[in-house]
């Protein structure tokens, strides 16, 4: 899953740059340095072809939740602004240029003239508008809702004429430009279907069902066709390659389609890989590098595998449910911060590196990833493996004796047990999964382990109310942001991802610290201060422990060399990821 509500990859706050105002011609060209490859290599046409293990759940853009949706592929990284991943500076992108209020609260943008959807209707002001209306309606239920508001007070986007955009924010944001980074999605066919019908009408729209010609995108790809749990095929939006171009001025993407096939597992992900029946992979195990690298030695894979390349900018993690009205004891004990602790004591990190990810891998102890370094508190509490420590904290809660099954129970010989859930098919969580339970055993912790589909793992996460259909779950989140690196979606208590508790509001008031720190950091543009308030976030973190951070495996790119453009070593990471798919384009 991804971690929306607008924690991508930035690095620069909009404070710095108030009263500036950058100018360029109506196309975007794409700078050549973003590419390893040189203009002169460049070949036009060909399927680049990809893999999920999961299927999909939706193409509408204002229902999808989960990391890698088809309508973020689509529209890729359209949006009025976006960073150039060799300097982390923001620069325009659909808007020419812009100007910031001397007191920081407004950005007015002029949108480059001639956008066109994939349908042929241009891209103007009216789509932003009627975007973020919609993506603002509480009834819609978008996961990216709470990133238009800060502290309660929307973000307001006003249109002040047909190519003038005005962004108003009520108060100072850190992530002002990450905010108007969001797609456009057309008004001409979302807007009269909301006019008409509200919120339930949107939901109605762009389900699996819909007709590929019915959808319409602003970015590089439009759908060409979906076979459920076989493969999505994206065809080349030739409106995009008017507006964007490279340094030879050809229009972009080179690809003429980017398929996805839907596989069953990771294995099954590798075995395309290394039958080089997909282009790009990300291998997280040692098993898996050495699978990749023996085929390229050997000479059966004509491939490049780049080692270490960083850490991931992603998190796996275990979550348990605070809202399960129909089972007081869990609720009481999945909200005691002692047993979440005490899980965390039974969660052996370093196995999971060592046995997940082959020693190729990195722990986490709170929800800032390692590769965003700057933001990482040195001195956050740790509950690091500890069985005893862990037995001693649930002793503390009454479960001093074990049953005939020799698994604790209180006074009134109420068990620990509970079921952990997580999706099918990700052998990596799979097996994190069972190192947990095997741990918990150990001390007499019963813990049923339950891998489920992806969707009905994730429509459980995202279900809301006092009595959640789930007792705890291994999932991911990925993303991150080095002007911010808390999710908007994440820390508030409202936030559609505030995935412990989905009551609406804050239970512990170490929740409403979090709530009003978050608050804090993300209006103060002093990047020396709002790193200090991410430290307390942290340390508030460690005090609640809402989620049990467990570790991650390196980033290790491959790729098929039947495809170029990759990016440079320099900027390869997972932070920038290993290519523009834009500037991607098939060798032979």
């Given at each position: 899953m991804r971690k929306v509500g607008k924690m991508a990859i930035w690095l620069v706050a909009a404070g710095a740059l108030a009263g500036v105002s950058f100018a360029q011609a109506q196309a975007f060209v794409w700078p050549q340095k973003w590419s390893a490859a040189k203009l002169s290599e460049v070949k036009r046409g060909g399927t680049l072809r990809a893999s999920s293990i999961s299927d999909f759940r939706t193409f509408n853009p204002f229902l999808a939740a989960e990391a890698g949706n088809i309508p973020a592929t689509m529209c890729a990284n359209a949006g009025l602004v976006r960073r150039d991943p060799t300097t982390g500076d923001w620069i325009p992108y659909m808007a020419e240029s812009w100007t910031v209020s001397p007191n920081k609260l407004d950005i007015t943008f002029k949108i480059r003239k001639g956008l066109k959807f994939s349908d042929g209707k241009p891209i103007t002001a009216d789509d932003w508008v009627m975007t973020w209306r919609i993506h603002t309606d509480e009834k819609v239920g978008s996961n990216s809702r709470d990133s238009f508001f800060i502290d309660g007070k929307p973000i307001v986007v006003k249109k002040i004429d047909d190519y003038?955009?005005?962004?108003?924010?009520?108060?100072?944001?850190?992530?002002?430009?990450?905010?108007?980074?969001?797609?456009?999605?057309?008004?001409?066919?979302?807007?009269?279907?909301?006019?008409?019908?509200?919120?339930?009408?949107?939901?109605?729209?762009?389900?699996?069902?819909?007709?590929?010609?019915?959808?319409?995108?602003?970015?590089?790809?439009?759908?060409?066709?979906?076979?459920?749990?076989?493969?999505?095929?994206?065809?080349?939006?030739?409106?995009?390659?008017?507006?964007?171009?490279?340094?030879?001025?050809?229009?972009?993407?080179?690809?003429?389609?980017?398929?996805?096939?839907?596989?069953?597992?990771?294995?099954?992900?590798?075995?395309?890989?290394?039958?080089?029946?997909?282009?790009?992979?990300?291998?997280?195990?040692?098993?898996?590098?050495?699978?990749?690298?023996?085929?390229?030695?050997?000479?059966?894979?004509?491939?490049?595998?780049?080692?270490?390349?960083?850490?991931?900018?992603?998190?796996?993690?275990?979550?348990?449910?605070?809202?399960?009205?129909?089972?007081?004891?869990?609720?009481?004990?999945?909200?005691?911060?002692?047993?979440?602790?005490?899980?965390?004591?039974?969660?052996?990190r370093q196995a999971v590196i060592d046995l997940v990810y082959g020693g190729l891998g990195t722990p986490m102890y709170s929800s800032v990833y390692p590769v965003l370094t700057q933001w990482l508190n040195p001195k956050v509490p740790k509950y690091e493996y500890d069985p005893k420590q862990a037995v001693k904290l649930l002793g503390e809660l009454g479960f001093t004796r074990k049953d005939k099954e020799g698994y604790l129970v209180n006074s009134k010989g109420q068990r620990i047990?509970?079921?952990?859930?997580?999706?099918?098919?990700?052998?990596?969580?799979?097996?994190?999964?069972?190192l947990f339970v095997d741990e918990a055993k150990k001390v007499g912790v019963k813990v049923n382990f339950t891998p489920i589909d992806f969707n009905t793992l994730v429509g459980q996460l995202l279900s809301s109310g006092p009595d959640r259909p789930f007792d705890a779950i291994l999932i991911g989140l990925t993303g991150g942001g080095l002007d911010w690196p808390f999710g908007s979606n994440v820390v508030p208590c409202k936030g559609n991802l505030h995935m412990w508790n989905k009551s609406g509001q804050c239970l512990d008031p170490r929740e409403t610290q979090l709530d009003a720190l978050y608050s804090r950091g993300r209006t103060e543009l002093d990047f020396q201060k709002r790193q200090q308030i991410g430290y307390q976030m942290q340390e508030a973190e460690a005090q609640l422990v809402p989620v049990l951070y467990i570790a991650g495996p390196n980033y290790h790119p491959a790729w098929n060399n039947r495809i170029g453009g990759e990016h440079p070593d320099a900027i390869l990471s997972s932070i920038w990821g290993q290519r523009e798919l834009e500037m991607t384009f098939i060798k032979k």
């Amino acid at each position: 899953m991804r971690k929306v509500g607008k924690m991508a990859i930035w690095l620069v706050a909009a404070g710095a740059l108030a009263g500036v105002s950058f100018a360029q011609a109506q196309a975007f060209v794409w700078p050549q340095k973003w590419s390893a490859a040189k203009l002169s290599e460049v070949k036009r046409g060909g399927t680049l072809r990809a893999s999920s293990i999961s299927d999909f759940r939706t193409f509408n853009p204002f229902l999808a939740a989960e990391a890698g949706n088809i309508p973020a592929t689509m529209c890729a990284n359209a949006g009025l602004v976006r960073r150039d991943p060799t300097t982390g500076d923001w620069i325009p992108y659909m808007a020419e240029s812009w100007t910031v209020s001397p007191n920081k609260l407004d950005i007015t943008f002029k949108i480059r003239k001639g956008l066109k959807f994939s349908d042929g209707k241009p891209i103007t002001a009216d789509d932003w508008v009627m975007t973020w209306r919609i993506h603002t309606d509480e009834k819609v239920g978008s996961n990216s809702r709470d990133s238009f508001f800060i502290d309660g007070k929307p973000i307001v986007v006003k249109k002040i004429d047909d190519y003038t955009l005005r962004i108003s924010y009520p108060k100072t944001d850190a992530e002002a430009f990450s905010v108007a980074s969001f797609c456009p999605w057309p008004a001409h066919v979302f807007g009269p279907v909301y006019q008409k019908d509200g919120a339930e009408g949107i939901k109605k729209m762009w389900t699996l069902s819909e007709k590929p010609e019915n959808i319409v995108s602003p970015g590089p790809w439009v759908l060409e066709s979906y076979t459920q749990g076989e493969r999505v095929v994206l065809k080349r939006n030739p409106f995009f390659g008017e507006w964007n171009k490279d340094e030879a001025g050809n229009p972009l993407p080179y690809l003429d389609r980017y398929e996805i096939r839907i596989v069953k597992d990771t294995n099954a992900q590798l075995a395309a890989f290394l039958a080089a029946e997909i282009d790009v992979y990300a291998p997280a195990t040692v098993d898996q590098i050495s699978q990749v690298r023996q085929a390229i030695q050997q000479g059966r894979l004509d491939a490049t595998i780049k080692v270490n390349a960083s850490p991931v900018a992603s998190s796996q993690f275990v979550v348990f449910n605070w809202n399960k009205a129909s089972d007081p004891f869990k609720q009481s004990l999945f909200r005691s911060d002692k047993f979440r602790k005490a899980m965390s004591h039974l969660i052996n990190r370093q196995a999971v590196i060592d046995l997940v990810y082959g020693g190729l891998g990195t722990p986490m102890y709170s929800s800032v990833y390692p590769v965003l370094t700057q933001w990482l508190n040195p001195k956050v509490p740790k509950y690091e493996y500890d069985p005893k420590q862990a037995v001693k904290l649930l002793g503390e809660l009454g479960f001093t004796r074990k049953d005939k099954e020799g698994y604790l129970v209180n006074s009134k010989g109420q068990r620990i047990e509970f079921t952990l859930a997580t999706n099918a098919g990700n052998a990596q969580r799979e097996q994190i999964a069972k190192l947990f339970v095997d741990e918990a055993k150990k001390v007499g912790v019963k813990v049923n382990f339950t891998p489920i589909d992806f969707n009905t793992l994730v429509g459980q996460l995202l279900s809301s109310g006092p009595d959640r259909p789930f007792d705890a779950i291994l999932i991911g989140l990925t993303g991150g942001g080095l002007d911010w690196p808390f999710g908007s979606n994440v820390v508030p208590c409202k936030g559609n991802l505030h995935m412990w508790n989905k009551s609406g509001q804050c239970l512990d008031p170490r929740e409403t610290q979090l709530d009003a720190l978050y608050s804090r950091g993300r209006t103060e543009l002093d990047f020396q201060k709002r790193q200090q308030i991410g430290y307390q976030m942290q340390e508030a973190e460690a005090q609640l422990v809402p989620v049990l951070y467990i570790a991650g495996p390196n980033y290790h790119p491959a790729w098929n060399n039947r495809i170029g453009g990759e990016h440079p070593d320099a900027i390869l990471s997972s932070i920038w990821g290993q290519r523009e798919l834009e500037m991607t384009f098939i060798k032979k």
